[in-house]
């Protein structure tokens, strides 16, 4: 019954400009029939909750009907999110104040909250660090996000702008270590680890471009899966217009064959920090791989899956499904 409500909600508000775009995107790459790929995309939607964004993102006109059930769509992504996430306990990944309180031994790095009556401690925090990172409590997909030099700024002028602009929650400037930083010095390249039920089940590494200051797949950054077992990169990086790199545009370094630092550590990490709100059980943790130690930059309670099993990261043109399902069996059989 949630599967087809789901779906029809996702009927009632899609914008069906777009659906006919795409449509026309996939013929004018596979020369089919618009109409065969119109009753394609259909037959998607129902029986893998996928949407038109996913059916061309995923390629899933070039899959057949067991490839095309390892992919994790939109639809079957909420349908973990409504399951393991109790709404109640969401509020702490919603709210980035609220996720730095209950994980701030995970975070390795001071911050404060303005709250509009503590410019001396905002003075004090300016005067320790001369980079500041800048954020809205709700922000999503890196926006609004900013680094600021503040060692010429009027900090009182600068608290007020924040205040106006609701970039109120302020942190010391992550450091990563040499090998990570070196593939985009200006942005912070997170993993993002994705837990299920207590077990790591994704991670890939997420790459700045073009100097922007995020690395977030959907604001001009890339991505690129690593390998689980090793912590090794295998495949090249992708960005959101589907270039490949095997090594960074504008740095030169390597990302094929990179080692991810202290792999180990990293997965212990997050499957020690999923426990803190088991009541939030499906969630994406964005990693630092620091100097001396990995910790979290935020989380998120409902991860992204546009980023999950795309063509060029694919083993045997399969998707992560059996990888989330595994993960599902071992908590039941516990």
């Given amino acids: 019954m949630a599967k087809i409500k789901y779906i029809i909600k996702r009927i009632i508000n899609m914008d069906f400009s777009s659906f006919f775009r795409v449509i026309n995107e996939v013929h004018q790459k596979t020369k089919k029939s618009r109409f065969i790929i119109f009753i394609d995309m259909i037959n998607c939607g129902f029986k893998y909750q996928a949407g038109y964004m996913d059916y061309a993102l995923f390629e899933m006109y070039n899959m057949n009907n067991f490839e095309r059930k390892t992919i994790i769509t939109r639809g ?8 393991y996430n109790d709404p109640k ?42 980079n ?18 503040v060692s010429n700024r009027k900090l009182k002028d600068l608290y007020e702008e924040l ?35 207590g077990s ?5 590494l997420r ?12 604001h001009g950054g890339m991505v690129v899966p690593v390998e689980l077992k090793s912590g090794k990169i295998i495949y090249p990086a992708i960005d959101k217009s589907g270039n490949l790199y095997e090594s960074h545009p504008l740095t030169k370094k390597t990302i094929v064959g ?14 020690n920090a999923s426990l803190e709100i088991p009541q939030v059980g499906y969630v ?28 060029p990261h694919r083993k045997n043109n399969t998707g992560l499904l059996p990888i989330f399902k595994e993960a599902e069996e071992r908590k039941f059989e516990e």
Avoid at 76 to 83: C, G, T, Y
Avoid at 89 to 118: P, S
Avoid at 258 to 271: A, M, S, Y
Wanted: charged letters at 25%; glycine letters at 4%.
């Fill in 258 to 271: 990179l080692e991810i630092p202290r792999f180990e550590e990293i997965i212990e990490l997050c499957e």
């Fill in 200 to 204: 790591v089940v994704a991670c890939y």
């Fill in 89 to 130: 306990f969401i509020h702490v990944f919603h709210n980035k104040v609220e996720f730095n309180k209950q994980f701030d031994k995970y975070l390795n790095r001071e911050w404060l909250y303005l709250n509009g009556k503590n410019k001396n401690e905002f003075a004090n925090f300016c005067l320790k660090h001369n």
């Fill in 207 to 218: 790459i700045g471009n073009n100097h922007n200051t995020v690395d977030n797949f959907n």
């Fill in 132 to 149: 500041i990172i800048v954020k809205p409590v709700g922000a999503q997909c890196g926006k609004d996000i900013e680094k600021i030099d």
């Fill in 163 to 197: 205040m106006e602009n609701n970039q109120t929650l302020i942190e010391e400037v992550a450091i990563q270590c040499k090998k990570i930083s070196d593939l985009h010095p200006d942005s912070i390249n997170t993993l993002r680890v994705v837990t299920l039920l």
């Fill in 76 to 83: 079957i992504n909420n349908s973990f999110m409504v399951k």
């Fill in 284 to 311: 994406g943790w964005d990693v630092c791989v620091g100097k001396e130690k990995c910790f979290f930059i935020e989380a998120n309670e409902f991860p992204g899956h546009d980023i999950y099993g795309l063509p």
